[in-house]
């Protein structure tokens, strides 16, 4: 079976989260002279397989076979690989079996290595992601198993395949506010407390706010708000209460106190309460490490382009790996059809990213 040949097994094999759709059970027969092991959890099914070559440092590729609900709008069955003016349709193309397929295969194939070569990969990514790269890393530090380096296969580039490789990503902290107030009667404001009243003098300083101005390699953190309600849906009553949401992509110059900080100082004076809860934390890997500079020489022989270290986007699980001290970093095809309908990805960029692939493993030490 050749790389596209994978791909389209893997396209037709429906995985819709938490389920595998059978992935696992073929990668165990596949993946010949590597060990297997399963770890599954809580419905998730979770897979680690590896072969020791030597004394050298272990490289893990990583990323999950789960994809999001099909939706509407396709022009063909989103889990028939549906080949077409060079592309191949289906869900999952882009984000990620493009990239699952590339690094199964390169793997597969490798021959020769200094040290240890393993793919970890899950069924639970696009959902809760709390029974999957989780549980493999707990398994993985409990046996003596973790990784020296870890690419993960999630479609990175933008405009063109090798522009961009992501050496972090930001954090998510989700915050909400509520401000009590005094519900009334419309007719007399004077005997009520309007919260929407209160906030709107300031809502113009929160709504967009930076609270840091970024760096080398990250956007400033901004306060995105998500949702804004009061008030029982009718003319004549003022609300006692406003419930406002909002988001931050942190960077790591911002953290949740500095978030409060920020909210204290907007809001001096109102009865309010603020929650805020952290779903990831940011990180960034080192551009000088072995495993960014060799993917990057792999790219550059590959693509002919120098690919630009980004931390843009939304999380992932390398998000996890990061949390154990491990060198991790993100690599796959242009992601701009990633979640859509008609998700394609080109069959040209599958055969390069396994190349890619192929020449890291053959190059990094």
């Given at each position: ?6 791909f389209?097994k ?146 990175t ?68 708000i ?88 939304g ?14 970093i ?15 990805t ?20």
């Amino acid at each position: 079976m050749d790389i596209i040949a994978l791909f389209k097994k893997l396209l037709e094999s429906p995985s819709i989260t938490p389920e595998d759709g059978g992935i696992f059970d073929f990668l165990d027969t596949y993946l010949e002279g590597f060990t297997i092991i399963r770890i599954d959890c809580e419905g998730v099914k979770n897979f680690f397989a590896y072969r020791h070559f030597g004394a050298g440092k272990h490289l893990c590729f990583a990323g999950h076979v789960d994809v999001v609900p099909i939706g509407d709008g396709w022009n063909s069955d989103p889990f028939v690989a549906t080949e077409k003016e060079g592309f191949i349709y289906a869900r999952g193309a882009q984000d990620m079996k493009s990239g699952v397929a590339a690094f199964v295969q390169a793997l597969k194939e490798a021959n020769t290595f200094e040290g240890t070569l393993s793919i970890l990969l899950t069924s639970d990514e696009e959902g809760p992601a709390k029974f999957g790269t989780l549980e493999v890393l707990k398994y993985l530090k409990e046996h003596n198993l973790l990784p020296d380096a870890v690419v993960v296969a999630e479609p990175t580039c933008e405009e063109r395949f090798g522009d961009a490789i992501k050496v972090g990503r930001r954090g998510s902290i989700n915050g909400v506010i509520e401000i009590i107030g005094k519900q009334g009667h419309a007719a007399y404001p004077e005997k009520a407390i309007n919260p929407v009243h209160q906030i709107a003098p300031v809502l113009s300083h929160i709504a967009g706010a930076f609270l840091d101005e970024g760096d080398e390699y990250f956007a400033p953190s901004q306060i995105v708000i998500t949702d804004i309600r009061a008030g029982i849906e009718t003319t004549n009553v003022s609300p006692g209460k406003l419930k406002m949401m909002f988001n931050v992509r942190n960077s790591t110059r911002t953290d949740q106190e500095k978030i409060r900080a920020f909210i204290d100082s907007q809001l001096c004076g109102m009865d309010y309460t603020l929650s805020l809860d952290q779903s990831a934390y940011p990180f960034v890997t080192d551009a000088s490490t072995p495993i960014v500079r060799a993917l990057q020489n792999a790219i550059v022989e590959v693509c002919g382009i120098n690919p630009k270290n980004s931390t843009a986007g939304g999380t992932s699980d390398a998000r996890f790996v990061a949390t154990y001290g491990i060198d991790v970093i993100e690599f796959g095809v242009i992601n701009d059809t990633i979640h859509a309908p008609n998700e394609r990805t080109s069959i040209e960029e599958v055969k390069n990213l396994y190349t890619v692939f192929t020449k890291l493993i053959n190059n990094f030490r």
